[in-house]
């Protein structure tokens, strides 16, 4: 494993935000991160080199759906995620935990592992620690996730209890079947909004010692606040040397509010979905690019942007592209979409490094609040 993966290059004395550099197997990121998501090998719409332009350094793989999808054989015998995704940078796959609850028809879940059938077609699969561990280890990603058991919201407390008690058996398992030391293995803390459970799961997987640690099993309908709490309780709990990562969140707002309280990496499809779905993001709220009081507007979607949607196309020629179901109309709100992510997660890092982060997130955050969130 390699000396000092996580370096902490600053930090705001009046909050939990820190600004560091964590070092994989195909480089360096930056944190706090925004990590875009390529479930199945790809960001929709999105090449590449378009990717790194905007300053995406991380980029998120699904292992449940690479199982069921090529198939892991397949991906192993061409080189690997980094050349099927034709992504030289750093890699992160999930264990398809959160797939297999919240996708797939179970036929059956006990402290073993899961068996269920494929959303795809039915065909029927197991999955446990050891086995989710050696997927993720043949397709070669830089962080690779422990299986672990998600739940819902709301979740009776005691199936709530069983879920955190599976995830800590569970990692264990996983760090016993991990078998490739260039790839740095995170545990998940699991326990809903349940702050003392979320403490039990916690303590137990920092004494299993894994390079880096996530908090799961939020943004399921819990909402901001719920979700704010259980973080601001379980970040403080997790090693301050260690990479905090936020699993599924968020949006502005929830990324600010999270930095604070010292996460350093997210995900969410926000970005994606929402500019396939006509919905841009912009530091004046939101854009919905099918009404028609863009039908004739010369404007671009964000002005001062510097994304291709937005130095090349006014908003008319958008919402064009979405009337009459053009391509290009999706591609060109995500790579804005992501671009606004990406100059948001990059102003958080200026501000923790000039030491006024506490004071910016307390301006902006009610701010981004009721642009997005009303």
């Known amino acids: 494993m390699r000396e000092q993966i996580f370096q902490i290059m600053a930090a705001d004395p009046r909050c939990g935000a820190r600004r560091a550099r964590l070092t994989t197997a195909h480089g360096v990121v930056d944190t706090p991160v ?30 449940y759906h690479f199982m069921i999808r090529p198939g892991v054989d397949i991906v192993e015998k061409l080189g690997g995620l980094h050349r099927f995704m034709a992504w030289d940078r750093p890699i ?14 179970l036929n059956r879940i006990d402290d073993e592992g899961a068996l269920f059938a494929s959303h795809v077609d039915g065909k029927p699969y197991h999955l446990n620690a050891e086995i989710a561990t050696d997927i993720q ?20 407390p005691s199936d709530l209890d069983i879920a955190v008690k599976r995830t800590i058996q569970w990692a264990a398992r996983c760090k016993q079947a991990h078998a490739n030391p260039e790839q740095l293995l995170f545990a998940i803390v699991q326990g809903g909004i349940d702050l003392d459970l979320r403490t039990q799961c916690a303590r137990a997987l920092v004494d299993l010692d894994f390079p880096g640690y996530a908090i799961g099993g939020l943004s399921v309908g819990e909402g901001h606040d719920h979700m704010i709490r259980a973080v601001a309780h379980t970040a403080p709990l997790l090693p301050e040397d260690k ?12 990324l600010i509010a999270c930095v604070r309280e010292g996460i350093d990496m997210f995900d969410c499809v926000l ?23 863009h039908a004739d507007c010369d404007m671009p979607v964000e002005p001062g942007c510097d994304c ?67």
């Open 243 to 254: 990479p905090r990562y936020l699993m599924g969140v968020g949006t502005p707002a929830d």
């Open 137 to 156: 280890n043949r397709l070669g990603a830089d962080i690779i996730m422990c299986f672990d058991q998600c739940t819902h919201y709301p979740v009776a």
């Open 271 to 293: 970005p994606t979905r929402n500019g396939r779905n006509g919905f841009a993001f912009t530091e004046n709220g939101p854009v919905r690019m099918r009404n028609s009081i």
């Open 34 to 63: 925004f990590m875009p998501i390529g479930t199945a090998g790809a960001v929709k719409g999105v090449l590449p080199e378009q990717l790194e332009t905007m300053g995406a350094q991380v980029i998120l793989a699904n292992t």
């Open 308 to 374: 291709p949607c937005c130095k090349n196309y006014p908003r008319a020629a958008v919402r064009h592209f979405f009337k009459y179901g053009e391509i290009q109309g999706p591609i060109l709100l995500s790579l804005h979409n992501l671009t606004f992510f990406q100059r948001l997660m990059a102003k958080m890092r200026t501000e923790i490094e000039a030491g006024q982060f506490k004071a910016w997130a307390d301006e902006q955050l009610p701010r981004y609040r009721s642009l997005y969130e009303a």
């Open 92 to 105: 992160l796959t999930d264990s398809g935990g959160y797939q297999v609850f919240s996708l797939a028809s």
